[in-house]
Protein backbone atom coordinates (compact mmCIF):
# COMPACT_ATOMS: atom_id res chain seq x y z
CA UNK A 1 0.00 0.00 0.00
CA UNK A 2 1.84 3.30 -1.09
CA UNK A 3 1.24 6.66 0.93
CA UNK A 4 -1.55 7.89 -1.56
CA UNK A 5 -3.87 4.86 -1.66
CA UNK A 6 -5.89 5.02 1.32
CA UNK A 7 -8.03 1.62 0.82
CA UNK A 8 -5.74 -1.47 0.20
CA UNK A 9 -6.13 -3.44 -2.38
CA UNK A 10 -8.40 -6.57 -2.44
CA UNK A 11 -6.74 -9.76 -0.99
CA UNK A 12 -7.55 -13.15 -2.97
CA UNK A 13 -10.51 -13.71 -3.98
CA UNK A 14 -12.70 -15.08 -0.42
CA UNK A 15 -14.99 -18.13 -1.48
CA UNK A 16 -16.88 -17.78 2.17
CA UNK A 17 -17.27 -14.20 1.95
CA UNK A 18 -18.67 -14.18 -1.69
CA UNK A 19 -20.98 -17.22 -0.70
CA UNK A 20 -22.50 -15.32 2.35
CA UNK A 21 -22.54 -12.33 -0.09
CA UNK A 22 -24.49 -13.78 -2.04
CA UNK A 23 -27.01 -15.37 0.64
CA UNK A 24 -27.76 -12.15 1.77
CA UNK A 25 -28.20 -10.63 -1.89
CA UNK A 26 -31.23 -13.54 -2.32
CA UNK A 27 -32.17 -12.81 1.27
CA UNK A 28 -32.92 -9.05 0.01
CA UNK A 29 -34.05 -9.85 -3.43
CA UNK A 30 -35.26 -13.98 -3.72
CA UNK A 31 -36.74 -13.29 -7.05
CA UNK A 32 -32.75 -12.50 -8.52
CA UNK A 33 -31.75 -15.67 -10.60
CA UNK A 34 -28.69 -17.47 -8.45
CA UNK A 35 -26.68 -17.38 -11.12
CA UNK A 36 -27.01 -13.34 -11.10
CA UNK A 37 -26.05 -13.01 -7.28
CA UNK A 38 -22.66 -15.35 -8.00
CA UNK A 39 -22.02 -13.64 -10.88
CA UNK A 40 -21.51 -10.35 -8.84
CA UNK A 41 -20.41 -11.65 -5.92
CA UNK A 42 -16.77 -11.42 -7.44
CA UNK A 43 -17.38 -8.05 -8.19
CA UNK A 44 -19.23 -7.10 -4.95
CA UNK A 45 -15.65 -8.73 -3.17
CA UNK A 46 -12.96 -6.71 -4.61
CA UNK A 47 -14.97 -3.33 -3.87
CA UNK A 48 -15.92 -3.87 -0.97
CA UNK A 49 -13.82 -6.57 0.93
CA UNK A 50 -13.53 -4.58 4.04
CA UNK A 51 -17.04 -4.76 4.75
CA UNK A 52 -19.15 -7.55 6.19
CA UNK A 53 -20.88 -9.56 3.07
CA UNK A 54 -24.46 -8.23 4.55
CA UNK A 55 -23.27 -4.58 4.44
CA UNK A 56 -21.71 -5.33 1.01
CA UNK A 57 -24.90 -6.67 -0.30
CA UNK A 58 -27.54 -3.66 1.48
CA UNK A 59 -25.08 -1.42 -0.11
CA UNK A 60 -25.22 -3.42 -3.24
CA UNK A 61 -28.57 -3.66 -3.45
CA UNK A 62 -28.82 0.22 -2.58
CA UNK A 63 -26.58 1.16 -5.60
CA UNK A 64 -28.29 -1.00 -8.15
CA UNK A 65 -32.08 0.12 -7.05
CA UNK A 66 -30.46 4.09 -7.65
CA UNK A 67 -28.56 2.87 -11.01
CA UNK A 68 -30.38 0.45 -12.63
CA UNK A 69 -33.91 0.52 -14.55
CA UNK A 70 -33.89 -3.37 -14.60
CA UNK A 71 -33.10 -3.85 -11.12
CA UNK A 72 -36.06 -1.83 -10.01
CA UNK A 73 -38.27 -3.96 -12.25
CA UNK A 74 -36.63 -6.63 -10.41
CA UNK A 75 -37.90 -5.26 -6.50
CA UNK A 76 -40.82 -4.01 -7.89
CA UNK A 77 -40.38 -0.58 -8.61
Known sequence: ???Q???PEAPAPDGAWMRRFTEHLLAKRPELP???ARHMAPQ???AM???SPAEAAELWDQRMLATNPAWRR???R
Open 34 to 36: LFS
Open 44 to 46: AFE
Open 5 to 7: RWI
Open 49 to 51: HLL
Open 1 to 3: MTA
Open 74 to 76: LAG
